[in-house]
Protein backbone atom coordinates (compact mmCIF):
# COMPACT_ATOMS: atom_id res chain seq x y z
CA UNK A 1 0.00 0.00 0.00
CA UNK A 2 2.25 3.11 -1.32
CA UNK A 3 -0.01 5.95 -0.67
CA UNK A 4 1.24 9.05 -0.88
CA UNK A 5 4.79 9.08 -2.09
CA UNK A 6 7.31 12.14 -1.92
CA UNK A 7 10.93 12.08 -3.23
CA UNK A 8 13.51 13.29 -2.20
CA UNK A 9 13.32 12.76 1.73
CA UNK A 10 16.20 15.39 2.63
CA UNK A 11 17.66 18.35 0.28
CA UNK A 12 20.34 20.82 0.61
CA UNK A 13 19.77 23.79 -1.89
CA UNK A 14 22.21 26.81 -2.51
CA UNK A 15 20.42 30.29 -2.09
CA UNK A 16 18.47 30.82 -5.99
CA UNK A 17 18.53 27.12 -6.94
CA UNK A 18 15.60 25.75 -8.25
CA UNK A 19 14.53 22.12 -7.24
CA UNK A 20 11.32 20.37 -7.99
CA UNK A 21 9.67 18.26 -4.80
CA UNK A 22 8.20 14.86 -6.57
CA UNK A 23 4.37 13.76 -5.33
CA UNK A 24 2.63 10.58 -6.55
CA UNK A 25 -0.75 9.23 -5.11
CA UNK A 26 -2.20 5.69 -6.06
CA UNK A 27 -5.55 5.92 -4.49
CA UNK A 28 -7.14 7.80 -7.34
CA UNK A 29 -7.74 10.85 -5.18
CA UNK A 30 -8.93 14.36 -6.72
CA UNK A 31 -8.13 16.64 -4.03
CA UNK A 32 -4.00 16.79 -3.75
CA UNK A 33 -2.26 19.21 -1.71
CA UNK A 34 1.34 20.92 -0.70
CA UNK A 35 2.08 22.22 2.83
CA UNK A 36 5.25 23.21 4.66
CA UNK A 37 5.95 22.82 8.65
CA UNK A 38 7.64 25.18 10.15
CA UNK A 39 8.05 24.63 14.02
CA UNK A 40 5.56 25.74 16.53
CA UNK A 41 3.85 26.75 13.36
CA UNK A 42 1.42 24.08 12.31
CA UNK A 43 1.00 22.94 8.67
CA UNK A 44 0.53 25.89 6.36
CA UNK A 45 -1.15 25.44 2.82
CA UNK A 46 0.62 26.25 -0.15
CA UNK A 47 -1.19 25.02 -3.17
CA UNK A 48 -4.10 22.62 -3.90
CA UNK A 49 -5.57 21.08 -6.69
CA UNK A 50 -9.12 19.69 -6.82
CA UNK A 51 -8.57 17.61 -10.24
CA UNK A 52 -6.16 16.92 -13.18
CA UNK A 53 -5.43 19.81 -14.70
CA UNK A 54 -6.73 22.17 -12.05
CA UNK A 55 -4.73 24.01 -9.42
CA UNK A 56 -5.20 27.20 -7.39
CA UNK A 57 -3.24 28.89 -4.55
CA UNK A 58 -3.12 28.05 -0.80
CA UNK A 59 -2.26 30.62 2.34
CA UNK A 60 1.25 31.18 1.55
CA UNK A 61 2.12 30.19 -2.31
CA UNK A 62 4.84 32.79 -3.19
CA UNK A 63 7.82 31.30 -4.40
CA UNK A 64 6.30 28.06 -5.24
CA UNK A 65 4.38 26.96 -8.73
CA UNK A 66 2.88 23.51 -9.26
CA UNK A 67 1.20 21.92 -12.08
CA UNK A 68 -1.32 18.91 -12.30
CA UNK A 69 -1.06 16.77 -15.57
CA UNK A 70 -2.58 13.34 -14.13
CA UNK A 71 -4.77 12.45 -11.01
CA UNK A 72 -1.80 10.86 -9.61
CA UNK A 73 0.97 13.58 -10.10
CA UNK A 74 1.27 16.80 -8.15
CA UNK A 75 5.04 18.35 -8.24
CA UNK A 76 5.81 21.63 -6.64
CA UNK A 77 8.45 23.66 -8.22
CA UNK A 78 10.80 26.32 -6.01
CA UNK A 79 12.41 28.81 -8.63
CA UNK A 80 14.87 30.70 -6.80
CA UNK A 81 15.40 29.55 -3.42
CA UNK A 82 15.67 31.20 -0.21
CA UNK A 83 16.42 30.73 3.32
CA UNK A 84 12.72 31.73 4.62
CA UNK A 85 11.78 28.06 1.82
CA UNK A 86 13.89 26.14 4.78
CA UNK A 87 11.20 23.69 5.85
CA UNK A 88 9.63 20.51 6.00
CA UNK A 89 7.09 20.20 2.98
CA UNK A 90 4.33 17.49 3.07
CA UNK A 91 1.96 16.59 -0.07
CA UNK A 92 -1.60 15.00 0.69
CA UNK A 93 -4.43 13.83 -0.55
CA UNK A 94 -7.92 13.37 -0.39
CA UNK A 95 -11.15 11.59 -1.96
CA UNK A 96 -12.68 15.04 -2.25
CA UNK A 97 -15.96 14.13 -1.20
CA UNK A 98 -18.31 15.46 1.66
CA UNK A 99 -16.10 18.21 3.58
CA UNK A 100 -17.21 16.53 7.40
CA UNK A 101 -16.19 13.29 6.31
CA UNK A 102 -12.77 13.97 4.39
CA UNK A 103 -9.47 12.86 5.18
CA UNK A 104 -6.05 13.60 4.42
CA UNK A 105 -3.88 11.09 3.50
CA UNK A 106 -0.14 12.43 4.15
CA UNK A 107 3.43 11.88 2.56
CA UNK A 108 6.39 11.02 4.88
CA UNK A 109 7.64 14.45 3.77
CA UNK A 110 10.66 16.30 1.97
CA UNK A 111 13.31 17.64 4.10
CA UNK A 112 14.59 21.16 2.53
CA UNK A 113 17.31 23.59 3.38
CA UNK A 114 18.48 26.37 2.16
CA UNK A 115 21.97 27.77 2.66
CA UNK B 1 -9.06 31.97 8.32
CA UNK B 2 -9.69 30.33 11.12
CA UNK B 3 -7.19 29.95 13.71
CA UNK B 4 -6.76 26.91 16.19
CA UNK B 5 -5.17 27.10 19.48
CA UNK B 6 -3.55 24.45 20.87
CA UNK B 7 -2.17 23.47 24.92
CA UNK B 8 0.16 22.62 26.45
CA UNK B 9 2.55 22.93 23.07
CA UNK B 10 4.91 20.47 24.82
CA UNK B 11 4.09 17.97 27.24
CA UNK B 12 6.38 15.51 29.32
CA UNK B 13 4.74 12.52 30.96
CA UNK B 14 5.93 9.02 32.62
CA UNK B 15 4.64 5.92 30.90
CA UNK B 16 1.41 5.24 32.56
CA UNK B 17 0.11 8.79 33.34
CA UNK B 18 -2.86 10.51 32.11
CA UNK B 19 -3.00 13.56 30.16
CA UNK B 20 -5.25 15.75 27.88
CA UNK B 21 -4.57 18.02 25.32
CA UNK B 22 -6.82 20.79 23.90
CA UNK B 23 -7.76 22.70 21.24
CA UNK B 24 -9.99 25.48 21.11
CA UNK B 25 -11.01 28.50 18.48
CA UNK B 26 -12.86 32.01 18.58
CA UNK B 27 -15.21 30.42 15.78
CA UNK B 28 -17.07 27.80 15.82
CA UNK B 29 -16.05 24.43 13.99
CA UNK B 30 -18.07 23.05 11.11
CA UNK B 31 -15.93 19.69 12.03
CA UNK B 32 -12.33 18.95 14.01
CA UNK B 33 -9.91 16.30 13.07
CA UNK B 34 -7.31 15.21 15.48
CA UNK B 35 -4.14 13.85 13.78
CA UNK B 36 -0.92 12.38 15.16
CA UNK B 37 2.43 12.87 13.55
CA UNK B 38 5.16 10.71 14.32
CA UNK B 39 9.13 12.09 13.92
CA UNK B 40 9.87 12.11 10.06
CA UNK B 41 6.54 11.07 9.40
CA UNK B 42 3.66 13.02 7.84
CA UNK B 43 0.36 13.17 10.10
CA UNK B 44 -1.98 10.30 10.28
CA UNK B 45 -5.95 10.71 11.48
CA UNK B 46 -7.18 9.33 14.13
CA UNK B 47 -10.48 10.70 14.96
CA UNK B 48 -13.50 13.35 13.22
CA UNK B 49 -15.65 14.49 15.42
CA UNK B 50 -18.75 16.70 14.26
CA UNK B 51 -21.88 16.89 16.44
CA UNK B 52 -21.44 19.23 19.45
CA UNK B 53 -20.91 17.40 22.58
CA UNK B 54 -19.56 14.28 20.51
CA UNK B 55 -17.27 11.46 22.64
CA UNK B 56 -15.52 9.26 20.53
CA UNK B 57 -13.29 6.37 21.85
CA UNK B 58 -9.95 4.95 20.27
CA UNK B 59 -8.47 2.59 22.55
CA UNK B 60 -6.79 4.36 25.23
CA UNK B 61 -7.73 7.83 23.60
CA UNK B 62 -10.92 9.61 24.24
CA UNK B 63 -11.91 12.61 22.23
CA UNK B 64 -14.45 15.29 23.16
CA UNK B 65 -16.49 18.13 21.22
CA UNK B 66 -17.25 21.03 22.78
CA UNK B 67 -21.39 21.82 23.47
CA UNK B 68 -20.43 24.93 21.43
CA UNK B 69 -18.51 23.35 19.05
CA UNK B 70 -15.42 25.81 19.43
CA UNK B 71 -13.14 23.28 21.37
CA UNK B 72 -12.26 20.24 21.85
CA UNK B 73 -9.99 17.79 24.11
CA UNK B 74 -7.78 14.28 24.03
CA UNK B 75 -7.90 12.60 26.58
CA UNK B 76 -4.74 9.82 26.77
CA UNK B 77 -5.22 6.88 29.82
CA UNK B 78 -2.60 5.30 30.55
CA UNK B 79 0.20 6.95 28.19
CA UNK B 80 2.58 4.17 26.35
CA UNK B 81 6.00 5.39 24.73
CA UNK B 82 4.15 4.52 21.37
CA UNK B 83 1.84 7.59 22.36
CA UNK B 84 4.88 10.30 21.79
CA UNK B 85 4.65 12.48 18.63
CA UNK B 86 2.81 15.39 18.01
CA UNK B 87 -0.78 15.78 18.20
CA UNK B 88 -2.57 18.51 15.66
CA UNK B 89 -6.00 19.14 15.70
CA UNK B 90 -7.39 20.41 12.62
CA UNK B 91 -10.66 21.89 10.50
CA UNK B 92 -12.04 22.79 7.25
CA UNK B 93 -10.43 25.79 6.01
CA UNK B 94 -11.30 28.11 3.19
CA UNK B 95 -9.32 26.55 0.01
CA UNK B 96 -10.93 23.91 -1.87
CA UNK B 97 -11.81 21.11 0.88
CA UNK B 98 -8.62 21.88 2.79
CA UNK B 99 -7.69 21.68 6.41
CA UNK B 100 -6.09 24.46 8.57
CA UNK B 101 -3.91 22.59 11.65
CA UNK B 102 -3.07 24.28 14.47
CA UNK B 103 0.36 24.16 15.86
CA UNK B 104 0.18 21.32 17.86
CA UNK B 105 1.10 19.65 21.33
CA UNK B 106 4.29 17.87 21.24
CA UNK B 107 4.12 14.40 23.53
CA UNK B 108 6.97 12.64 24.79
CA UNK B 109 6.23 9.75 27.05
CA UNK B 110 8.65 8.63 29.49
CA UNK B 111 9.50 4.72 30.09
Known amino acids: NAGVTQTPKFRILKIGQSMTLQCTQD?????MYWYRQDPGMGLKLIYY???????DKGEVPNGYNVSRSTTEDFPLRLELAAPSQTSVYFC??????????????FGSGTQLSVL | TQLLEQSPQFLSIQEGENLTVYCNSS?????LQWYRQEPGEGPVLLVT?????EVKKLKRLTFQFGDARKDSSLHITAAQPGDTGLYLC???????????FGPGTRLSVLP
Open chain 1, 92 to 105: ASSPGGIATNEKLF
Open chain 1, 27 to 31: MNHNY
Open chain 1, 49 to 55: SVGAGIT
Open chain 2, 27 to 31: SVFSS
Open chain 2, 49 to 53: VVTGG
Open chain 2, 90 to 100: ATLGNYGQNFV
